[in-house]
């Protein structure tokens, strides 16, 4: 099992409208045990979307279903426009 956690830093005053975004965009990507997160100590404008793959090969398919579902593209339109930085981490549950 692999947690992808893809970490943000939202625009200022818009890491709300960013959540919702990533929610919605999980939520029809069917993604396994997501879940959004913003900051509450840390750095600022932090937004997080976590969920559960079973294997890189399981992620690299979820990241090309991503770039061509015409409904995922539709929910991640505009989303690049609200952050400014971000990474992404590939975490082995054991």
């Known amino acids: ?12 005053g818009q ?5 919702a975004q ?5 939520g029809a990507g069917n993604l396994r045990n997501h879940r959004v997160l913003t900051d509450v100590t840390g750095e600022f404008n932090r937004v997080v979307l976590e969920y559960e793959v079973e294997s890189a090969a399981a992620f690299e398919e979820t990241f090309k279903r991503y770039a061509t579902d015409p409904e995922i ?8 426009d609200l952050w400014i930085t971000g990474s992404r981490e590939l975490l082995r549950v054991v």
Not at 3 to 9: A, E, K, L, M, Y
Not at 22 to 26: D, N, P, V, Y
Not at 73 to 80: F, S, V
């Open 1 to 12: 099992m692999i947690v992808v956690r893809n970490s943000f830093t939202a625009k200022p």
């Open 73 to 80: 593209r539709e929910k991640a339109k505009g989303y690049t």
């Open 22 to 26: 990533l929610k919605e965009m999980a």
């Open 15 to 19: 890491a709300g409208k960013l959540a």
